[in-house]
């Protein structure tokens, strides 16, 4: 379903970018292997992830995996009864600890991720085999001497035992009788066996057993007779120690063997948690945004509406954003313009952005831009010069268009490049708008780049099918890369040519030379292009004329505001101020009444 959009619109080099930012090659191969969901549920879920993984990123930017390995291939041989190799016990205990590490990390705020903590709460650690590797090994990887009571002992009288083969050959080595035989005074091994090297020419000075010679037959690396008896019961030991860590390895890989089921699962719990990380750092680097995942309803069907979208795989600094929508207005989107003026990476980018958020990765775009969860996007895009120059390309697009037809649905989205190209033009152009008028008939969203314009007419005049166009300076005779919705490209050819400095006459007998129907469609299209112009100055205008009248506004309110404050506290002051004028007066006429009854009465 998805492979007819995956290497036409580069999602692979998408992926391989996503990959970069994984921390251990389980979650890699996850990147790698990446497609989309047609789910909306799984795909709400899957942008939820990213969106919280970012978020816990930001509060608490070491977070992650560090550490895991996948150790699957491990818990393989423990289940067949094999035995793990020493050093790999430390990869796996390394990893249920990252296991034990992100599960307490991400468990400490499951209220503010309650999707990563969901996951998280399934990562089992496996507490036995960490505490037994643990007790196992030493840091350094070896088996430590307390491993078993047995090893102890044995590790004991080894050193013992070796201590000894030395303090006899230390003597051999400083005894001035065997100084002059030996070509140096050290003491090395060969084959497991302690030796010390003697000259080739005293081979019967030091009685013993020849081990080894060097290079050139100068040097005999002899263990003397003095040690053979004290060599033999180091080697004896040393066949214990080897035969008891066997037996502790192969002990606790039957514990791994046990756990094998669990750990398996706990690798592939830590690698869906580190994608995630892996999403929402690819969003960080992209400036990217978690998309509205549209749904649909009854009064309004779902649809698409980009804002400043821009193609991931180019550089930000360059890239020019699009904006458009689809599915709400029309369903078909014309796109002309001029060649290499940005008309298949407009494709590319919706293409691709949409398979993006059906993965569950943020798009580079401006918040609340919006996107439908399609069944499936099949893209029919190649190279302009090929399709118009090899009737055999043309076959081979051809045959995607009838397979794409065939497969695609009202809830697909179709991209078409150069649409009927590699033909003859009347041919091709009648051919691109009978499978515009299909589309439209069975309601399959699509967007189409083109340079026909009997396209861009069939636009003008269908309900359902809007105009786009990639704009074109003729001043500098380059594109700019801007889309512009509700105006079909214009071919610019005559004013190219003007401008190169192509003889007027000339141009103008071209001019005489074309149609006057096609002659008329691209006055009228200068028309509109300046008309459109025009409208967006009057709209500026108009914006700046608003934003000073709703600032003259919020200061008139402003001032309103304060008048009606100083009125108040005027009011409040003078209704204290009479309060208290009146309580004095009403404590005097107490008082008079009270000395008034106090006078004695005369008659």
């Not at 600890?97 to 991400?106: G, P, Q, S, V």
């Not at 070796?162 to 009788?177: F, G, K």
């Amino acid at each position: 379903m998805w492979l007819d959009a995956i290497r036409p619109l580069e999602f692979s080099a998408v992926r391989a970018q996503l990959a970069r930012y994984t921390a251990f090659s389980a979650s890699e191969t996850l990147a790698l292997e990446l497609e989309p969901s047609n789910d909306i549920a799984t795909v709400r879920v899957w942008q939820q992830e990213t969106t919280e993984a970012r978020a816990l990123l930001d509060q608490q930017p070491q977070v992650g995996v560090g550490g895991a390995r996948d150790v699957r291939a491990l818990t393989r041989v423990a289940r067949i009864g094999g035995m793990i190799p020493p050093h790999e016990f430390l990869d796996l205990r390394a990893t249920l600890l990252a296991a034990r590490n992100l599960r307490k990390n991400i468990l400490r705020s499951s209220e503010a991720f309650p999707r990563l903590a969901f996951i998280a709460a399934s990562l089992d650690d496996a507490p036995r085999v960490i505490d037994e590797i643990g007790r196992v090994f030493t840091e350094q990887g070896e088996v430590a001497d307390g491993a078993s009571s047995e090893l102890a002992q044995i590790r004991r009288d080894l050193r013992v035992a070796q201590q000894r083969v030395m303090e006899r050959l230390n003597h051999i080595i400083t005894s001035t009788q065997y100084a002059k035989y030996l070509q140096e005074a050290i003491i090395t091994q060969r084959e497991g066996r302690y030796v010390v090297p003697v000259r080739a020419e005293a081979r019967g000075r030091i009685h013993g057993i020849v081990h080894d010679s060097s290079a050139s037959g100068a040097t005999l690396f002899i263990e003397p007779l003095a040690v053979v008896e004290l060599g033999n019961r180091v080697r004896e030991l040393t066949l214990q120690e080897q035969r008891e860590v066997e037996r502790i390895l192969r002990e606790l890989t039957a514990l791994v063997a046990q756990f094998a089921d669990a750990i398996d699962y706990t690798v592939e719990t830590l690698a869906q948690l580190d994608l995630a990380f892996a999403k929402a750092k690819y969003s960080a680097a992209l400036k990217a945004v978690a998309p509205v995942i549209d749904g649909g309803s009854r009064e309004q069907p779902a649809y698409l509406e980009l804002s400043k979208a821009r193609h991931p795989l180019l550089d930000p600094a360059k890239v020019v954003p699009i904006s458009l929508e689809l599915q709400r207005a029309f369903s078909i989107l014309i796109i002309t313009g001029p060649n290499t003026g940005g008309k298949t990476v407009s494709l590319k980018t919706v293409g691709l952005l949409a398979l993006m958020a059906q993965s569950g990765l943020h798009i580079p775009a401006r918040a609340g831009s919006r996107l439908p969860v399609y069944d499936g996007i099949f893209a029919d895009i190649g190279d302009e010069q090929s399709i118009e120059q090899s009737l055999s390309t043309f076959s081979g697009h051809l045959k995607n268009i009838v397979a794409i037809l065939r497969a695609a649905n009202e809830r697909a989205l179709v991209l078409f490049d150069e649409l009927g190209a590699g033909t003859d033009p009347v041919e091709g152009a009648a051919l691109a708008r009978a499978i515009v008028e299909q589309l439209l008939e069975r309601k399959i969203p699509a967007l189409i780049a083109t340079h026909y314009a009997e396209l861009k007419a069939f636009a003008h005049t269908t309900p359902g099918v809007e105009n786009a166009s990639m704009e074109f300076d003729v001043e500098t005779l380059a594109p700019t890369y801007r889309l512009t919705i509700g105006l079909p490209g214009r071919s610019n050819a005559f004013a190219i040519a003007t401008r190169l400095g192509l003889d007027r006459a000339l141009v103008e007998r071209a001019r005489a030379n074309v149609g006057s129907s096609n002659a008329e469609l691209e006055t009228l299209l200068a028309q509109l292009k300046k008309t459109r112009e025009e409208t967006a100055r009057e709209l500026g205008r108009a914006a700046a004329a608003r934003e000073n009248a709703e600032k003259a506004s919020k200061q008139n309110r402003r001032e309103l505001a304060e008048t009606q404050r100083q009125r108040s506290e005027i009011l409040r002051h003078t209704r204290e101020q009479a309060r208290g004028e009146l309580d004095a007066a009403r404590a005097e006429l107490n008082r008079l009444k009270r000395e008034w009854r106090e006078i004695p009465a005369t008659r």
